[in-house]
């Protein structure tokens, strides 16, 4: 079994992620969370276990700088933008090698399950996770279920097959939303086996929803979160991450 240390110290994980610019674009950001650098500062001083960048930023912000020894990186290897519509495809963008050079201690990889192009991402997923695995770098998977064939399913029933999906291709960690209750999260825990389990963070309505979905996910067994605007945006982040580690770690 792949060995998790490298972006984790603890059996659980909370992940900072700041891959919304590419995503998204800068309308999550304000002022402050635009700098890479105001979130490399979140992630250090609030414990991260690990922080999530694509390569252009890790390259200006985080390779060779001094933020390498605070804080383990996961180099996301794909995305795409909300600009096209359609069925979604995340085309690969940085290879393994290249997250080994910019100090990537893991890398993250989604896959639109259920997408037209599912076919395609799987490919390159595998091609990842052997080269990955070869190299002794963990692999976390983004495992979102989109596109027309899915529209139809139950949001439980999908989201266990989503998780499912990513033990089958050997991810070492699945990140996936939170599908809506506490016993179709213990479901999610279950179809994943050995393959540990992290929520998305979404955006949440109110800081009490969001603390209260990251309680019902620890109890059903998840291992952790790995949660980007809920902090970053929120007007004190150290404060929250402060609550959400009590609720993960303790
Ligand atoms: P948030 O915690 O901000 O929701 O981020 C989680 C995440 O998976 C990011 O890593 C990614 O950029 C984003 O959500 C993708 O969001 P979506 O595809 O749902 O628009």
């Known amino acids: 079994m792949i060995d998790l240390s490298k972006i984790t110290t603890k059996e659980k994980a909370l992940f900072l992620a700041y891959d919304q610019g590419l995503e998204h674009g800068p309308s999550d950001f304000d002022d402050e969370n635009v700098d890479p650098n105001y979130i490399l500062d979140i992630g250090v001083k609030g414990e991260f276990s690990a922080i999530i960048f694509q390569k252009g930023i890790a390259e200006k912000y985080y390779t060779g700088s ?16 909300n600009l096209i519509s359609g069925e979604p495809y995340s085309p690969q963008l940085c290879s393994v090698e290249e997250a080994l ?3 990537a201690s893991a890398v993250g990889y989604t896959i639109y399950v259920g997408s037209e192009h599912e076919a395609q991402m799987f490919s390159e997923f595998s091609k990842i996770e052997e080269e990955a695995h070869s190299q002794d770098l963990p692999v976390m998977a983004w495992m ?9 399913k139950s949001v439980e029933e ?11 291709l050997g991810a070492d960690i699945v990140k996936l939303h939170y599908p809506g209750s506490p016993e179709s999260m213990k479901q999610v825990v279950e179809a994943a086996g050995l393959t540990k389990v992290v929520v998305s963070g979404g955006k949440k309505e109110t800081e009490e929803e969001f603390i209260q979905t990251a309680k019902e996910v620890m109890e059903a067994g998840a291992a952790g979160m790995a949660v980007g605007r809920n902090i970053w945006q929120h007007q004190n982040p150290l404060e929250l991450t402060k609550k959400l580690k009590e609720i993960i770690f303790t």
């Open 66 to 81: 001094s933020f390498v020894s605070k804080i383990p990186l996961i180099l996301k290897l794909n995305g795409k933008t």
């Open 158 to 168: 999908i989201t266990a097959y989503a998780a499912r999906i990513g033990l089958e």
């Open 144 to 152: 979102y279920p989109r596109g027309k064939s899915v529209e139809q």
């Open 101 to 103: 050079l910019l100090g």
